[in-house]
């Protein structure tokens, strides 16, 4: 048999799209039953919009506290205050309004809670661990009891997963926590508030997206339910990214890159493993502070170009969805990231050769570059695709 696998769906009920966020979120807590909703929220949408307005108006005297302060790359520190507050107003619900930083913040806060979690270092007990197989799963912990709903304003799809991305401020680390009862329960897509989000967050987080699609699509472990989404998914998220460029005014556009987004995440979903862009790319955010649709930004186009002796009937599959049939895949990617005006090496974010050798130890540690197509022994392979995207 040529071809075998196992697609297990997760734990999420609903994704609602193109409908207002408040209309959508309160039928979304009314058929739940909740009465205690704890709000995880962007700080820049609360202090400078009047989306949290609108979004505490819609739920009324349900809103039973409020977290706006999540750092970018979802520190440990900040989940343990989001956690305190959330186990304060005794949160039955916890509903997300922001980008991916606060959405993986949420899912491990319902870790800390179920497992009675208030300091830092007590996240080391949520770390994955090794299944007899030696696939990373959850550890022996109490499953989350407190669900959660997202409305995301980013494009970085991890609304979509089952995974959350913390960082261990002790050491600079982005860990990846995993537990199938941390992905949220229903989404809400609503393009109308994402023009509040900074143009290069918005574009940036998309070419994430696009990431999880040419990453899904050009692992040797793809398969056709994985394929059919992520192609789907990259032909929205192309056409719509380039759309908002031109025009940020364009609702439809956005709705095209959320829904892409959406569809991006069916590879992750369904056992597709990421390559060395996401692995890199995490070592560059925890490390360097470089947001994560900018890793991938830099990377994606030289991690293509380093796979390519492996799958290149794979990366014409991408050039196809892009458009342009008869075209190098890293070319057609790295021109359209160039149109929208996002960096595209390690030095215009400041990264120099000095600091190869970091980035290429930190990458081994991560998922994902032992699952990379074109096997990865050790550092010096990550390095040579470094000086690629140097």
Known sequence: ?????????????????????????????????????????????????????????????????????????????????????????????????????????????????ANDIREPDRIDMLRPVAGPDGALGPPPINPPAVPQITIPTTLSGGEFSAISGVTDERTRTKELLRHPGIMPRAVILDPAPTVHTPEW????????????????????????????????????????????KADPDDIDARLDCQIGTWMSMAPLASGVPMGASHGIGYILGAVFDIPHGHTSCIMLPSVMRWNREVNADRQAMVARAMGHPDEDAADVLDRFIAGL??????????????????????????????????????????????????
């Open 201 to 244: 967050l918005f574009l940036s987080t998309g070419v994430r997206a696009v990431d999880h699609c040419v990453e899904g699509v050009c692992s040797l472990e793809a398969h056709p339910y994985g394929d059919a989404q992520a192609l789907q998914g990259l032909s929205l998220l192309t056409s719509g990214l380039a759309r908002v």
């Open 1 to 113: 048999m040529a071809l075998s696998g196992r697609v297990a769906f997760g734990t999420m009920e609903s994704v609602t799209f193109g409908r207002p966020f408040a209309e959508a979120v309160a039928a979304e807590v009314e058929s739940r039953g909740a009465e205690r909703v704890f709000l995880m929220v962007s700080g820049t949408l609360n202090l400078e919009t009047d989306e949290i307005a609108k979004l505490r108006r819609a739920l009324g005297n349900k809103v039973a506290g409020e977290f706006d302060r999540m750092s970018p790359h979802t520190p440990r520190s900040d989940v343990i205050a989001a956690a305190d507050g959330a186990r304060e107003a005794r949160a039955d619900l916890i509903v997300t309004f922001g980008g991916g930083s606060i959405t993986d913040g949420a899912k491990a806060v319902a870790l800390c809670l």
């Open 341 to 390: 005006g996002m960096p595209r090496s390690l030095s215009a974010a400041n990264v120099g050769p000095e600091h190869f050798e970091r980035i290429a130890e930190g990458s081994m540690k991560t998922p994902w570059i032992p699952r990379n197509p074109r096997p990865i022994a050790g550092p010096a392979e990550v390095r040579e695709i470094l000086e690629l995207a140097a």
